[in-house]
């Protein structure tokens, strides 16, 4: 089936900027999306990118989006602690309604 | 808006037990999904339905899970005969009826088999 890769983890000091990684297989991908997850909680949609876009910003967030190398990547700009959270890649293939998800990275933010 | 509602927020049971769980769909979404995330893991997909009607069934939806959505509001997923497999995260999402327009998640029912 197709798949969604992520690094597990990463680290950063309050007020870096973040970037989270994506990989996903699925040529036919039409929309790529970022949810976060906070502890014991759903997941909040932060973001969505259409596949012939290769770039969006809202705020503090830019998606970046790499078609042909299939690699999508989340830059938070000026990280605070209330982004601790893990945060999720997810795609969707044209004709689908069923998400794809990463297995999530894990955002610490250092003090 | 008030959001994607599921209830409980939490079940413990012990093995062998039925559970169901609820979801309310936001208003005017008439599509809603139903997603399985154990820990350390993404959600991944069991079923969705556009209005009463279920469309589209995942493999991980073994005979023991069943969903409904019988007046296109809310739904239920119920299991029976629960198993320790069964521990998870379960949640519920929904939308509009177009694949562009993004799902909206609510906060789970996390499920402990006991």
């Known amino acids: 089936g197709e798949d969604v890769e992520q690094s597990l983890f990463l680290s950063v000091r309050e007020g870096d900027s973040s970037v989270i990684n994506c990989t996903y297989t699925?040529?036919?991908?039409?929309?790529l999306y970022w949810y976060k997850q906070e502890p014991g909680a759903g997941l909040q949609l932060l973001t969505y990118?259409?596949?012939?876009?290769d770039m969006k910003q809202d705020q503090r967030l830019t998606v970046l989006l790499n078609k042909k190398d299939k690699h999508l990547s989340l830059r938070i700009a000026d990280t605070q602690t209330g982004d601790s959270a893990i945060y999720f890649c997810a795609e969707i293939g044209a004709g689908s309604y069923q998400l794809t998800f990463g297995k999530g990275t894990k955002l610490s933010v250092i003090p | 808006d008030t959001g994607v509602s599921q209830d409980p927020r939490h079940k413990i049971t012990k093995r062998g037990q039925n559970v169901t769980f609820r979801c309310d769909p936001i208003?005017?979404?008439?599509?809603l999904y139903w997603y399985r995330q154990t820990l350390g893991q993404g959600p991944e997909f069991l079923t969705y339905?556009?209005?009463?009607?279920?469309?589209?069934k995942s493999r991980l939806l073994s005979d023991r899970f069943s969903a409904e959505r019988p007046k296109g509001s809310f739904s239920t997923l119920e299991i029976q005969r629960t198993e320790q497999g069964d521990s998870a995260m379960y949640l519920c999402a929904s939308s509009l009826d177009s694949p562009i327009q993004p799902q909206h998640f609510g906060d789970g029912t996390r499920l402990s088999i006991l």
């Open positions: 699925d040529s036919s991908s039409t929309y």
């Open positions: 990118i259409f596949s012939n876009m």
């Open positions: 208003s005017e979404h008439n599509r």
């Open positions: 339905f556009q209005n009463e009607a279920q469309l589209e």
